[in-house]
Nanobody, 115 residues
């Protein structure tokens, strides 16, 4: 059974940091590029960052460049998103999924940036 379980979200002040985790199961994790998506309140879900199947390539949306770092640990079937210098616009529910071949979405993890 394919499953994605996101965790690590929370309430943080502007300028703070969070590290999100996504544990995957039910497919050969190391075969797939993985991505983090986010859905701000009242908006569509958008791609935030992705990492290639071998971890060599990483891509970020412009607003995340220099602040977010995506990484993966194939031994743990887990993809991470380190988020630094968070701002109000980063408030969203964050999801992970396979890039280009998505499976059922997990429940996501809420990130709220508030003073």
């Amino acid at each position: 059974q394919v499953q994605l379980v996101e965790s690590g979200g929370g309430l943080v002040q502007p300028g703070g940091s969070l590290k999100l985790s996504c544990a995957a199961s039910g497919f050969i994790f190391s075969n797939y590029a993985m991505a983090w998506y986010r859905q701000p309140p009242g908006k569509e879900r958008e791609l935030a960052a992705w990492i290639g199947y071998d971890g060599r390539d990483t891509v970020y949306v412009d607003s995340a460049k220099g602040r977010f770092t995506i990484s993966r640990d194939d031994a743990k079937n887990t993809v991470y998103l380190q988020m630094n210098n968070l701002n109000f616009d980063d408030t969203a529910v964050y999801y992970c999924n396979r890039l280009g071949a998505p499976v059922s979405w997990g429940q996501g993890t809420q990130v709220t940036v508030s003073a």
